[in-house]
């Protein structure tokens, strides 16, 4: 008898509940009157959106799925897809409004996560201020000749200046290569950028610098992005960002580096298998790589009078990344005059010359 009695009274509570947290949320409907939660937001209609207390914890940790370890060694491009190139945010109703939040550096100096939801008007209105004053975990200022500005490494911002205007945050710099800046991070930037400004959208945004152990220098950066209004069918990516640098190693504990002896000296920066881009005749492998000479074309630096003749190439290579890229590729924009050269060939003669395709725009 005590066992029934006390079955029926358990259930009886269990219905009592369930109908309490019915009547609170049906579809993601408010119900009229009650107080929303610290991590609730409630839309004129009624609506139930997160709030930005409960995006904090998104900021710390992209993913448990994601392990530094899963990532394949770099093998000439600059990024690479992660997750089927989705955003590890799940399918979350975000109320638009532009904010930005920060990981505290840890015990080593080092920054964490960098989270926000940004729009047109979180793009700055101002040029960007100096930033050398800050020094991240792992600075050690190197230079080697065939980088462009030769310094190995740069003041990377994790959220770009171009889309919130934080410039000499030190929770929102690392230390980058050049490589890293340049050809990893600022396509996707660019691309982010584009899509603010020709929609008027809102985007979900987190970079997180990862590290291994404890060293002072990250491995890389994985890069999220996802549309707001358009729940990702606007723009969405999910990329991981080596911070290396070709023919250079580095010792990420420390920030000390050093030539590895794959990159030639300075003077051939410029050639394609030893073989000038303007003139093969006086190198001793210009019978073998005569084609490469004449496949490879200087180009004017690119602006917008020159976008009708860029666009003219099949391909745009990078001679210093050894990359090529689609003519509408963000980061041809980016691309210094002294490395680009248009191509008129296939996509499979340009991977014979030893170029990889972009991991952006994909080729």
């Known amino acids: 008898m005590k066992r029934t009695i006390h079955t029926s009274l358990c259930m009886l509570l269990a219905m009592i509940l369930l109908m309490a947290c019915t009547g609170c949320v049906l579809n993601g409907v408010h119900e009229a009157g009650r107080t929303p939660s610290e991590n609730e ?3 004129d209609d009624g609506e ?12 710390t940790n992209p993913s448990e799925s994601f392990n530094l370890t899963d990532v394949p060694a770099y093998s ?3 990024s690479i897809e992660v997750n089927d190139d989705q955003a590890y945010f799940g399918k979350l109703d975000v109320k638009p409004g532009s904010y930005e939040e920060f990981a505290e550096l840890d015990s080593l100096g080092r920054c964490g996560s960098v989270f926000a939801l940004i729009g047109p008007e979180s793009m700055p209105t101002i040029q960007r201020g100096a930033i ?3 020094r991240p975990s792992g600075w050690k200022i190197s230079k080697y000749d065939w980088i462009e500005g030769k310094y190995l490494f740069n003041r990377c911002h994790l959220i770009a200046y171009q889309l919130t205007g934080q410039n000499a945050n030190p929770l929102n710099l690392i230390t980058g290569t050049r490589y890293l800046n340049v050809e990893g991070m600022e396509p996707l930037e660019d691309c982010v950028a584009y899509y603010l400004r020709r929609t008027g959208n809102h985007v979900l945004y987190r970079v997180t610098p990862v590290f291994s152990g404890k060293d002072l220098v990250a491995r890389g950066v994985l890069m999220e992005a996802r549309s707001v209004e358009e729940d990702g069918e606007g723009l969405e990516f999910c ?19 050093r030539a590895d002896g794959t990159v030639e000296a300075p003077e051939s920066v410029g050639d394609v298998h030893g073989v000038d881009a303007n003139d093969a005749s006086g190198n001793a492998n210009a019978g073998q790589d005569a084609d490469a000479s004449e496949a490879v074309e200087v180009i004017k630096p690119y602006s917008a009078e020159d ?5 003219e190439y099949a391909y745009i290579l990078n001679i210093n990344s050894r990359l090529f890229h689609k003519p509408d590729c963000p980061a041809v ?4 005059s002294k490395n680009k050269r248009g191509f008129n060939r296939s996509r499979e003669e340009a991977i014979a010359l030893e170029f990889e395709p972009c991991g952006y725009c994909k080729p």
């Open 307 to 311: 976008a009708s003749e860029t666009n």
């Open 41 to 43: 937001v409630v839309t």
């Open 48 to 59: 139930v959106v997160l709030s930005v207390a409960s995006l904090k914890a998104l900021r």
């Open 76 to 78: 000439g491009s600059a």
């Open 333 to 336: 924009e980016k691309m210094s």
């Open 239 to 257: 990329r991981w960002c080596y911070n290396v640098q070709p023919g250079v190693e580095i010792d990420y504990a420390t920030g000390e580096s």
């Open 132 to 134: 050398g004053d800050v």
